[in-house]
Each structure stands twice: as C-alpha cells, then as structure tokens.
C-alpha cells in the first residue's frame, strides 16, 4: 500500500522536509499549498505564487544503477504533462510547456546514492495549476485552457503517475522513452543548448539529447538548457 499523500500549507521546500526524512519508504508524498525557499535545478528558485497549485515531493527508492536517475526524470516529466492535458509538451529534459512556449510545471530530481546505486530519489513536482508568478516563461493550467481543477485529485493522480512511470524504467526502458518522444516539443526542432545548435534528433537510454549541427555533426548533450530557435 502506498502511504497517503501529505499535505501541508507553507513550508520552505517539499523537497528539502523529504530529504531530511531519511527512512521516508518508497511513495512516501508530500504536498504543500505554499513555499518560501521552493528550489529550482542549478540553484535556481522555484516561485509559488498563492493559488491552488501543486508543490509536491515523492521519495523513490528504485533498485537501480545511477546511470538510470535522468530516466526517472523523463518518466515523471511524461507523468506530470499527463495529468496536465493533452495540449501540454515536454521541453528536455523535463520542462512541461504549454502550446506558446510558456512553462506550467518544473522538476527537481535530487539523489542520494549507497554503494554506486541509488538509495533514494526525491521527485519534485511544481504544477501552476492555477496562479503563475509574475514571469514572462511562466503560465498556469487554468489561464492557458480554463478548466478549474481539484489540486488535491490531480496531486493524488500524479502521484500515482510517478510511482507508476518510474517502476517502467527498470524492466522497460524503451517504454519509457517511446512516452517522452511522443510527448517532446524538443525532437525535429531547432534548438540551442549552450555553444550547440542545430537540430534535436532524439534521445538515448541516458536521457541524453542528440543534437545535429549546420555542419552535420552530431552532439550528445547530457546537461543543459534547451533554447527553441526554430
Ligand atoms: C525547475 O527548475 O523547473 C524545477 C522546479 C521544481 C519545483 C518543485 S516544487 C516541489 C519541490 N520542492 C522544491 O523546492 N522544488 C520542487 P528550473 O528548470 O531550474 O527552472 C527554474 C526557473 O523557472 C526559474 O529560474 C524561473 O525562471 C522559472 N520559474 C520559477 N518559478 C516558476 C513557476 N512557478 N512557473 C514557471 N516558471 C518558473
């Protein structure tokens, strides 16, 4: 049985209260209404802006080699865009952007690792269901197609999704990646990530993006910031 999701109304960081429980077992959830210290990747700060928006953690604690945690990104970036809708994309690794461009949900993966496999993932989760912070990339679910949803329902549903899309990445790798294809803004564009540009043409078992050049060179980028160019 999965442990109920928590919900809580303001802390610092979904992700921080996780990490700090260390014996937290798998599926264990967190939801908050409110952050003040949310983090983005890269140090980067994660704005939640008053409204019913999503704010949640999930521990994962997959038997798996590191090698397997940005699969685990693209499992739940496929989850999280699910339950936005069918309008939504994902921009790799993990962006999900609504049909402008703009970004309606971020994910955060932090690992812990015990002998060269993974002790434990914490997952998080930001879904601007229905306030976006005052950021021209920003949007939210509920200005960008007008449907009022229950935030606790679709916290509940997503969570389901993570634990569900993970659990594939182990024995069905190749599912996994057919899902985040089929729902990537990023393959067959034009784009730039750092000194590369060129045109994405798909990703790997890594989770790696492949980048063909002007020059027809072919780059495989591990890390980064995509830029849409086309
Ligand atoms: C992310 O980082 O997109 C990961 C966001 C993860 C947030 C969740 S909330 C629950 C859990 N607890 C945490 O403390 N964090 C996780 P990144 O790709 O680095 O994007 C951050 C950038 O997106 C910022 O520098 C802003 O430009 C922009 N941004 C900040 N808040 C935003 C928002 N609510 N909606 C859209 N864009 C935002």
Same mark, same amino acid.
Do not use: F
């Given at each position: 049985?999965?442990?109920?999701?928590?919900?809580?109304?303001?802390?610092? /960081?979904?992700?921080?209260? !996780?990490?700090?429980?260390?014996?937290?077992?798998?599926?264990? *959830?967190?939801? *908050?209404?409110?952050?003040?210290?949310?983090?983005?990747?890269?140090?980067?700060?994660?704005? @939640?802006?008053?409204?019913?928006?999503?704010? #949640?953690?999930?521990?994962?604690?997959?038997?798996?080699?590191?090698?397997?945690?940005?699969?685990?990104?693209?499992?739940?970036?496929?989850?999280?865009?699910?339950?936005?809708?069918? %309008?939504?994309?994902?921009?790799?690794?993990?962006?999900?952007? =609504?049909?402008?461009?703009?970004?309606?949900?971020?994910? #955060?993966?932090?690992?812990?690792?015990?002998?060269?496999?993974?002790?434990?993932?914490?997952?998080?989760?930001? $879904?601007?269901?229905? =306030?976006?912070?005052?950021?021209?990339?920003? *949007? @939210?679910?509920?200005?960008?197609?007008?449907? /009022?949803?229950?935030?606790?329902?679709?916290?509940?549903?997503?969570?389901?999704? $993570?634990?569900?899309?993970?659990?594939?990445?182990?024995?069905?790798?190749? /599912?996994? !990646?057919?899902?985040?294809?089929?729902? @990537?803004?990023?393959?067959? =564009?034009?784009?730039?990530?750092?000194?590369? /540009?060129?045109?994405?043409?798909?990703?790997?078992?890594?989770?790696?993006?492949?980048?063909?050049?002007?020059?027809?060179?072919?780059?495989?980028?591990?890390?980064?910031?995509?830029?849409? %160019?086309?």
């Amino acid at each position: 049985m999965r442990p109920p999701l928590e919900i809580v109304a303001v802390t610092g /960081s979904t992700n921080a209260d !996780l990490r700090e429980r260390e014996h937290a077992p798998h599926g264990t *959830a967190l939801l *908050a209404d409110r952050q003040t210290a949310g983090k983005g990747r890269l140090g980067r700060v994660w704005e @939640s802006p008053p409204g019913a928006n999503i704010q #949640l953690s999930v521990v994962l604690r997959p038997a798996l080699p590191i090698a397997r945690v940005p699969m685990l990104c693209l499992a739940t970036a496929v989850a999280v865009a699910e339950v936005c809708g069918e %309008i939504y994309r994902i921009k790799w690794p993990n962006d999900v952007l =609504a049909p402008d461009g703009r970004k309606v949900a971020g994910i #955060l993966a932090e690992m812990e690792t015990l002998g060269g496999e993974i002790d434990r993932v914490i997952m998080g989760v930001g $879904i601007n269901v229905a =306030a976006a912070p005052p950021l021209p990339t920003a *949007a @939210s679910l509920l200005e960008i197609d007008g449907l /009022s949803r229950d935030r606790d329902e679709l916290a509940r549903e997503l969570v389901g999704g $993570i634990l569900s899309g993970t659990s594939r990445v182990g024995a069905d790798p190749e /599912s996994v !990646l057919e899902d985040w294809r089929a729902r @990537s803004s990023t393959i067959g =564009a034009a784009v730039r990530v750092g000194e590369v /540009s060129g045109v994405a043409t798909g990703i790997d078992a890594e989770g790696a993006l492949w980048v063909l050049d002007d020059r027809g060179q072919r780059h495989r980028i591990l890390a980064g910031d995509v830029e849409m %160019i086309g």
